[in-house]
């Protein structure tokens, strides 16, 4: 069994910088395509970022783009969002995922394992 554990949320100021991390069990952590999704109160889980096998390739929201940056160690098992240049607007519970698929996917449904999500308040 999977397990996804985030962690590294908190209480920041417009503007600020954050750093989420998403650490792994199991041993095959580097054979999948891992992502981050965000779910904000009364509304969808949206799609953030995903990246690659070897983190080599990444995919971004564009409303995170130039601001996020998706990475992954697979050696540690773990996976981190870094986010700077926060807005109010990126307030949400953010959560890692993982995917069976083999190409990028921003559908939610078609990731399998999910952790239990940290929040992000981002006050203005």
């Known amino acids: 069994q999977v397990q996804l554990v985030e962690s590294g949320g908190g209480l920041v100021q417009a503007g600020d910088s954050l750093r989420l991390s998403c650490a792994a069990s199991?041993?095959?952590?580097?054979?999948?395509?891992m992502g981050w999704f965000r779910q904000a109160p009364g509304k969808e889980r949206d799609f953030v970022a995903t990246?690659?096998?070897?983190?080599?390739?990444?995919y971004y929201a564009d409303s995170v783009k130039g601001r996020f940056t998706i990475s992954r160690d697979n050696a540690k098992n773990t996976m981190y969002l870094q986010m700077s240049s926060l807005k109010p607007e990126d307030t949400a519970i953010y959560y890692c995922?993982?995917?069976?698929?083999?190409?990028?996917?921003?559908?939610?449904?078609?990731?399998?394992?999910w952790g239990q999500g940290t929040q992000v308040t981002v006050s203005s």
């Open positions: 995922a993982r995917t069976s698929k083999s190409v990028f996917t921003t559908l939610s449904g078609e990731y399998d394992y």
């Open positions: 990246i690659s096998r070897s983190g080599g390739s990444t």
């Open positions: 199991g041993r095959t952590f580097s054979n999948y395509l």
